[in-house]
Structures are given as C-alpha cells and as structure tokens.
C-alpha cells in the first residue's frame, strides 16, 4: 500500500498553468496505476486524468490538450501539468493510486489539493 501526498495547488488566473504533484511513500510506487480526479463544490468527483504503470495515459474530454499526466518512478512522484486553465478547471484536486489486481489490494486516495481559477 502506498500513501500520498498532493502539493501544488493555489490561485492562477485564467490561461495560466499550474503543476500538481503527488508523492508517494513507497518504492513500490512504480507498479501502481495512477489517477488524477476532481471535485467541485456541489459536484460529484470526476476523473481528470490517468496513467498506467506502463505510461500508457488517458484524459477526460475537458482537458484534453491543455492537461498532462506523467509520472516519475525514481522520485515516486506523479504530476499534472495544467495549463491554459479555466475557471471550470476550480476544484479540489486528488491523487489515486491502484495496485496491480493480482495484488488485491486497496485503492489509496490523497487528502487533496485546491486549485482556484480567478480573474
């Protein structure tokens, strides 16, 4: 199992950039499928993006072409570079990490960062 930790969100205007990270307690990190997902206030949480343990990523229509996924497995450590962001982009941002099923283990949820578009 591997705990998480999200870091850098804040207040960017709109058509700025943001970069999100999400670092992990484990080594074992880089066998883990990892995801970034959303909430805003009174919505349900979304997936904004993901990333497979072997870089294969995947992007929620409304990001694609201004968000990427990617990942660092020697620093344990998954980004999500944001740009051209929108005030609809405004949420609590959260790292999800999911071991391999052969492991049968459980999914593991960060505690979340706030990202706020704002003119």
């Known amino acids: 199992q591997v705990q998480l930790a999200e870091s850098g969100g804040g207040l960017v205007q709109p058509g700025g950039s943001l970069r999100l990270s999400c670092a992990a307690s484990r080594m074992s990190f880089r066998f883990y499928d990892l995801g970034w997902y959303r909430q805003a206030p009174g919505k349900q949480r979304e997936l904004v993006a993901n990333?497979?343990?072997?870089?294969?990523?995947e992007y929620a229509d409304s990001v694609k072409g201004r968000f990427t996924i990617s990942r660092d497995n020697g620093k344990n450590v998954a980004y999500l570079q944001m740009n051209s962001l929108k005030p609809e982009d405004t949420a609590v941002y959260y790292c999800k990490a999911d071991p391999p099923r052969i492991w049968a283990g459980q999914s593991t949820w960060g505690q979340g960062t706030q990202v706020t578009v704002s003119s």
């Open positions: 990333i497979s343990s072997t870089g294969t990523t």
